[in-house]
């Protein structure tokens, strides 16, 4: 943060000493605070506008939030205070893929890598679609077709309007339904009690953690139901030290007769430098696996290379749900889009474009946001694609998990 006292002094540096002498004893360090406050803001703004890919159709309230922020950072007093009238910014750009570089213990957990539940609007009502393997959620036994009563003491009406702060109209369902997920996640430092219905009975939960407790190894793997191999990426896409875990997991499944890929477990990302390499082991000759579409009209493709002394080259299905995430989404689209696995699971993290920096120079915090598009081969926004078996449910907490069950019959019945 730039000290006021230097600023001042700086700005009386380049005028003269007459005119210095001259500045308003009591009123100038207040004026110069509050263009110091503004600047964040004003920066913030602008950039958005310029540079963040999905701002069209949010461009009809951005100024009025603009404005809003402008006016609520003159209140703040410290860092903390400024963060959250950043978060609240941020809100109206309903966007999982904008996020904060720093936070506090009073900001909201980020969706998907801090939540554990997901909501579908379903005749009206909030229900359960997918509850995250490991979490708290899944700890305190919810299930996907609970309903949604209350949540901290909110009904879902009032829950979805406290991260809805700027409108002009009609609130669309999609941005409803992320106000209201990002909601369920919750503060870091507020305890989560949720209400549901299951049945016609209702339950009343204390959802602890949405985290799941993190594995020793960035992936697991085993061999399953009769020579199946199988590999979990353990929300390790960003970990270099995945890449040597992975191919030892691929040694030791050389001789399957199939592999399943489990991407549900990918809500942070990662990079390419991790997932490139994971994608080298299956392939057996150069290849483009996902496209990058700028403002301008121009895209480049990204390739992949083989990688590896040998090629795992039997059959592959991939698994996806909720908290398939950015680069495992990258992952996903890509062997779908050069034909080599079969996809199963749901609507994925949906977390849109590839992210680059805003940097805020009063403060020195950052704010990431999506600067361009991501396709998959056939043109379809990375975002959006779903599945062709995307009618199952992906995500069952601490359940029975159908979708595995479903993807070694698959394997079982292409191998007769």
């Keep these: 943060m730039i000290d006021i006292t230097r600023a001042i002094y700086g700005l009386c540096a380049v005028s003269c000493l007459v005119a210095c002498a001259q500045l308003p004893s009591t009123d100038q360090p207040v004026l110069v605070a509050e263009r110091l406050a503004k600047l964040d803001v004003s920066t913030l703004c602008t950039e958005v506008r310029n540079r963040y890919a999905y701002f069209r159709e949010r461009s009809g309230h951005w100024d009025n939030a603009c404005a809003r922020a402008s006016e609520d950072i003159l209140e703040t007093t410290s860092l903390g205070d400024r963060i959250a009238v950043f978060e609240r910014l941020l809100d109206d750009l309903y966007d999982p893929h904008v996020n904060l570089s720093s936070n506090t213990l009073s900001s909201p957990r980020l969706v998907p890598s801090g939540s554990d539940l997901w909501f579908d609007l379903i005749d009206g009502n909030f229900v359960v679609a997918a509850v995250r393997k490991g979490s708290g959620a899944a700890e305190a036994d919810v299930k996907i077709g609970d309903q949604l009563l209350r949540f901290n003491g909110h009904e879902p009406h009032a829950l979805w309007k406290r991260r809805v702060h700027t409108v002009t109209g009609e609130v669309p ?199 361009y598009d991501l396709h998959h081969l056939d043109e379809t926004p990375r975002h959006r694609w779903k599945p062709q078996a995307s009618l199952i449910n992906a995500d069952f907490g601490n359940g029975r998990d159908i979708l595995l069950e479903e993807a070694i019959k698959s394997l079982d019945l292409s191998n007769d």
């Design 173 to 371: 369902e999609h941005r409803k339904l992320w106000a209201l997920n990002a909601a369920i996640a919750g503060r870091y430092n507020a305890p989560r009690r949720i209400e549901l219905m299951r049945h016609g009975t209702t339950r009343a939960l204390d959802l602890g953690d949405p985290i799941p407790t993190p594995t020793r190894s960035p992936v697991s793997s085993e061999i399953i139901s009769s020579g199946i191999g199988y590999i979990r990426y353990n929300n390790s896409l960003g970990n270099e030290s995945t890449i040597e875990s992975y191919d030892q997991a691929l040694d030791a499944l050389r001789d399957t007769r199939a592999l399943i890929l489990d991407l549900r477990d990918t809500p942070s990302g990662g990079n390419t430098g991790v997932a490139e390499p994971i994608l080298g082991r299956l392939i057996s000759e150069e290849v483009g696996y996902q496209t990058a579409v700028y403002g301008d009209g121009s895209s480049i493709t990204s390739t992949i290379l083989p990688r590896g002394p040998w090629t795992y080259d039997k059959p592959i299905v991939v698994l996806c749900g909720r908290w398939t995430g950015s680069m495992g989404e990258g992952i996903v689209i890509g062997l779908d889009g050069i034909g080599r696995a079969k996809v199963m699971g749901s609507a994925m993290a949906g977390l849109a474009g590839g992210t680059q920096p805003i940097d805020l120079p009063e403060s020195g915090l950052q704010v990431w946001v999506p600067t």
